[in-house]
DNA sequence: GAACTCGGACATTCAACTGA
DNA sequence: CAGTTGAATGTCCGAGTTCT
């Protein structure tokens, strides 16, 4: 049974989601993503209706190298050294990164099995149809799918702030709705205040920006010209309320005391009791070649 | 109940292979 | 030679066990 109180599984349900968990953003089943810090408090939900056909699984995210002791401890790590959990059992001196091993060479293989399809995995139809009715081409799809999820659906205005940014579509014609290239904001898990937070990016949670597609809808909103002046024209007027909302920048929630206190809880035992505690007992010793613990080997 | 262990699912990497 | 395949290798989830 995970326990939810142990530091060791963090505070999020890392990458093995229920399958159907709603609260994960649709993603293309080309390349889904969990970014399971994502608090749902935080998500813009798809309109009622909307919600995509199958909440896909999401994928769990893994570091490129763990460090030793997380390695050890077969613990989540993560890319600032020293990481989070060493900071955590106080050992941070200790995180280095683990060694990888070489791949062998000249192993042959045998032949391939046949494609079946030309194309099989690239052409997967992928139905992605936000509120317009508009669908997304797959093309399109898979272009953002290596990027973060979009935990909100887009609607047929272009964003605050669109014309500011990126040249309006110059090819649509009257009443006519058109994919358009824009770039969106994604704010990672731990940039929502990393006071108890295990996963994400390495130190220095900054909001990215990701390509996107959304459906541009021509006038009756029209394109103001530029301003001579170079500033920033005004924006278009806010969809309307059945509308998800726009992605707005994350306000770090503030630690309540009760976070404080659980975090402190991890913290207040003798670092090194704790080390002798985990680390010198690990089975790093056993790990095998052949991922997981020699079922390979 | 918390801390720890560890089996195994899942992700990533990259050389071998394939087909244009 | 770029794209695909799939085995090797790595990460880490989470159930079970041990400890306090």
């Known amino acids: 049974m995970a326990d939810p109180s142990n530091p060791e599984n963090g505070d999020e349900n890392n990458g093995t989601q229920s399958p159907t968990d709603p609260t994960q953003p649709a993603m293309t089943p080309v390349h889904s993503i969990s970014y399971s810090g994502m608090p749902t408090m935080h998500m813009y939900p798809f309109p009622p209706g909307l919600m995509p056909p199958q909440a896909p699984r999401t994928k769990r995210r893994q570091v490129k190298n763990a460090c030793t002791n997380c390695q050890k401890a077969c613990k989540k790590c993560d890319d600032a050294r020293p990481c989070l959990r060493c900071v955590k059992y106080g050992i941070a001196e200790e995180c280095v990164d683990s060694q990888r091993k070489e791949r062998q060479k000249g192993i042959k293989r045998g032949p391939y099995k046949k494609r079946d399809g030309k194309s099989a995995n690239v052409d997967q ?93 021509y006038p009756p909103y029209v394109v103001p ?49 704790r080390r002798d505690m985990r680390m010198d007992n690990g089975r790093m010793g056993d790990v095998m070649p052949g991922g997981g613990h020699g079922k390979n080997a």
């Not at 806010?238 to 975090?263: E, F, G, L, N």
């Open 125 to 217: 139809q992928i139905d992605v149809t936000v509120q317009s009715g508009i669908p997304i081409q797959p093309a399109t799809v898979a272009a953002t799918s290596a990027t973060p999820p979009m935990p909100y659906s887009v609607a047929p205005y272009p964003p605050p702030g669109y014309f500011g940014q990126y040249p309006p579509p110059t090819n649509g014609k009257m009443g006519e709705t058109q994919l358009v290239p824009i770039m969106l904001p994604y704010y990672p898990p731990m940039y929502q205040g990393a006071h108890n937070g295990q996963e994400g990016e390495a130190n220095g949670y900054q909001p990215a920006f990701y390509p996107a597609y959304v459906p541009y809808q």
């Open 225 to 273: 010209a530029p301003r001579p002046d170079g500033q920033q024209v005004p924006t278009m007027p806010p969809p309307p309320p059945h509308y998800a909302p726009y992605p707005q920048p994350y306000v770090p929630k503030q630690p309540t005391s009760r976070d404080i206190a659980s975090d402190m809880n991890g913290q207040m035992m003798d670092p090194n009791a």
